[in-house]
């Protein structure tokens, strides 16, 4: 992630449920209101556990960063925080527009010290916000992205469900997160559609909103041929809810093979990156396209070439503004179904894994 300000514990899957299972209470002061924000910030305002893992690594690297000064949080100065933010990141090549969510933490931080009195007022309260374009979005062009979906196979298990993710993500242009966070019980049969492999998803994403989007034929055939694997038989994947991890990992870095069961089991957002950027590299594929949301934006961007109104994109890709939210939520599945299967870049792929299959289905 050049020019990141991601903390490297984030790659390793570090998220904000391993850090509040430790005792609270044995650390300094300032640590305690620290997880104490990002607790408001995550169960209260709604914000993902990777977004809070962001926080925190920010506002340690702040604490770092002020300890070399002898002081700590709660003695920054609107000077340190200035210094912090601007000058300091732009000497570790930190862009602009990743510098916004460093600014983005301390300011919140610092207001909730001010907002509890711990502080008498916040000293980021000043604190400029650094300007950034918005980068236009790169979209994989469609033959790459049938190259990435063609370059695992299906001849074993690991093949088979890096095939299935990859057909989610181009099927449905969700984020690796809304892979992440499925459950078995989340691939449910479409009763608005015909035939029993008619499928649709329930998709989790930023800050735990849902949709139901409808998935295609040979997408939902390739997710059913890895659901039958015998391998995925033999791993206990049952949630505290009673459902199952959708797609899992076969090992864990930290985890003996007996604690790695259930909710461990599920891959996290930087392991779909991770298989993205190997299948690509092994396409032939320029890293440039090499990450999920390149799918997503070629999702999108097939939707938009074919005409589908802004309503039904909105619908089918979340971006759901508040304002319209209840506008479009109602759209019938069975016209999102017609224009998934008419514009989504799957329709247009001259093969799939399960082109064959699905033609023999549908006789």
């Known amino acids: ?29 300032e640590i305690r209101l620290v997880w104490r924000w990002l607790e408001i910030k995550q169960h209260n305002e709604g ?79 000043s604190l400029p916000m650094p300007a950034a374009g918005s980068p236009l979005p790169l979209a994989m062009p469609l033959h790459y992205a049938e190259q990435l979906l063609m370059q695992p196979g299906l001849g074993d298990f690991i093949a088979i469900r890096n095939t299935a993710i990859i057909g989610v993500l181009v099927g449905t242009g969700c984020r690796a997160s809304g892979v992440c966070n499925l459950n078995e019980g989340d691939f449910a049969i479409d009763p608005e559609s015909t035939g029993a492999h008619r499928r649709k998803l329930l998709l989790r994403e930023k800050g735990k909103k849902e949709r ?12 059913e041929a890895y659901l039958g694997c015998p391998e995925l038989q033999e791993i206990d994947r049952t949630t505290k809810n009673g459902d199952k991890v959708l797609f899992v990992s076969l090992a864990h870095p930290r985890l003996g093979a007996h604690d790695h069961y259930g909710e461990r089991r599920r891959l996290g ?61 109602h759209l019938a599945t069975r016209k999102l179904r017609k224009v998934v299967e008419k514009a989504g870049p799957v329709a247009k792929m001259k093969t799939t894994p399960m082109r064959g299959i699905e033609r023999r289905l549908q006789r």
Request: net charge neutral; proline share 6%.
């Open 269 to 329: 957002p930087w392991s779909i990156h991770w298989i993205v950027r190997k299948t690509a590299r092994a396409a032939g594929i320029p890293d440039q396209y090499a990450h999920p949301h390149a799918l997503r934006h070629l999702f999108g961007a097939e939707l938009a070439e074919d005409d589908v109104d802004l309503l039904t994109r909105q619908s089918l890709l979340g971006h759901a503004d508040p304002a319209t939210t209840e506008v479009y939520s």
């Open 1 to 29: 992630m050049r020019g990141s300000c991601a903390p490297s514990y984030l790659a390793r899957g570090f998220f904000l449920e391993n850090v509040m299972s430790e005792n609270v209470e044995t650390h300094p002061n």
């Open 212 to 223: 139901w989007v409808p998935l295609p034929f040979e997408i939902s055939l390739l997710i």
């Open 47 to 125: 914000r993902s556990p990777i977004t809070c893992a962001l926080y925190r690594g920010h506002i340690f690297g702040l604490r770092h960063f002020l300890q070399d000064r002898g002081k700590d949080l709660l003695d920054a100065t609107t000077e340190d925080l200035e210094h912090y933010a601007g000058q300091h990141q732009h000497q570790k090549k930190v862009r602009p527009i990743s510098r916004r969510v460093v600014v983005t933490a301390i300011r919140g931080f610092y207001q909730f010290l001010a907002d509890k009195k711990v502080l008498a007022e916040s000293p980021a309260r």
